[in-house]
């Protein structure tokens, strides 16, 4: 499981296609804010919600298996007891990282993943994750508790 800086920077730097498994059309969900983040950021971002047509201008599709392209992230917005399918469809199609959001911590998902070669995180939001890592917390107020002299090596668009 990934859940260090340079490893959590190197997976968000390198990853450009990102599958969100449960999010919502409604504005005030984690999700959406997340998702609608992602995106002002130069991220792909893929809904996957059998309620949907379309969010935040994307279409939308019923399963990850239905996804026409290559996707590096699947970011779990489910039950922690539903991630365990996901990540089977996950491992299907050939997903680099299973991320499962805040407060979802599926264990057994996580080394299915990890035993297939996907790298994994649990309980960490995308959208904080880039913040914190790629500047934009700290421009209000925030502690990021990542300080260094050192140039990192991969840097955000």
Not at 46 to 62: M, T
Not at 65 to 74: A, E, G, L, S, T
């Amino acid at each position: 499981m990934v859940d260090d800086i340079p490893g959590l920077r190197r997976i968000l730097a390198t990853s450009k296609v990102i599958a969100v498994v449960g999010l919502s059309a409604d504005w005030f969900r984690p999700s959406y804010f997340a998702a609608k983040y992602m995106i002002e950021h130069g991220y792909t971002v893929i809904p996957v919600n059998p309620r949907y047509d379309a969010i935040l201008g994307k279409q939308c599709y019923r399963s990850l298996r239905d996804i026409p392209v290559k996707v590096d992230i699947v970011d779990v917005f489910r039950k922690t007891a539903d991630v365990g399918p996901i990540a089977d469809d996950a491992i299907a199609i050939g997903a680099k990282v299973l991320w499962q959001q805040l407060g979802v911590t599926n264990a057994d998902a996580a080394q299915k993943a990890a035993a297939a070669g996907l790298e994994t995180v649990m309980d960490r939001c995308v959208k904080i994750e880039h913040a914190r890592l790629f500047g934009g917390l700290n421009w209000a107020g925030v502690n990021t508790r990542v300080i260094s002299a050192k140039r990192p090596k991969y840097i955000a668009n």
